[in-house]
């Protein structure tokens, strides 16, 4: 059995990917990698720099991902009735 850390379990659990979650954080998904794997637990306190990061960074990508399922619950309900039917690629709905 291998070991992990909660972050990669929550990043994973919520389809969060590597590269969304170090853009929030404004770092390297090289970064966030090492992080998962516990490469800066002996360099450094990296709880008192990295946890504070994550946890904003992970705030900012649910932020993004709620907005983004409102809005497909809007596109949802505005095109009911037409799910199906063809359109144009560019036409916005």
Known sequence: MSRTTV??????KYG???RELAEAA???????S????GRYIDRYDYRKSGVPLILRAFEIVATIKAQQVC??????????SRLLDYMEENDEL
């Open 16 to 18: 969060i990917t590597t």
């Open 7 to 12: 972050m990669r379990c929550l990043r994973e």
């Open 71 to 80: 809005g497909l619950l809007a596109d949802l309900t505005g095109n009911r």
């Open 34 to 37: 090492d992080l998962e794997l």
């Open 26 to 32: 404004g770092v390297s998904q090289q970064y966030i």
